[in-house]
């Protein structure tokens, strides 16, 4: 990946608009910039959040606060907590997340 014509900037989450993204169970809510293909998101689980599909999405993400277990098609499951990230390439591994406590996530892909 190249990132090119993106000029220096700041970005206050505080101020970008919040969708929301219903899960098979809770709810996401995303604050989401574009530039260019590379999308940016500050992301938000609920407590009891589980995602309602296998996502084949590569993106690199970083637990900011809370809990996130990511399991992944082949059975195998993953629990991040503040400080910590994954990176997952496009069509490489289905993962679908989920949290019983919540968690907040900055999220790059």
Not at 36 to 57: D, Q
Not at 59 to 83: M, S
Request: aromatic share 12%; hydrophobic share 40%.
């Amino acid at each position: 990946m190249q990132m090119t014509d993106i000029p220096f900037g700041i970005t206050d989450w505080s101020f970008v608009e919040v969708t929301e993204h219903k899960g098979e169970s809770g709810m996401a809510l995303w604050r989401t910039q574009q530039f260019g293909e590379i999308r940016v998101r500050m992301v938000e689980y609920s407590a009891g959040y589980l995602a309602n599909h296998w996502c084949k999405k590569g993106h690199i993400l970083l637990c900011l606060e809370g809990e996130l277990h990511t399991e992944l098609a082949d059975g195998r499951e993953f629990v991040l907590t503040p400080g910590m990230s994954y990176q997952v390439a496009d069509d490489a591994e289905p993962h679908r997340s989920y949290t019983s406590t919540g968690v907040k996530l900055f999220i790059v892909d």
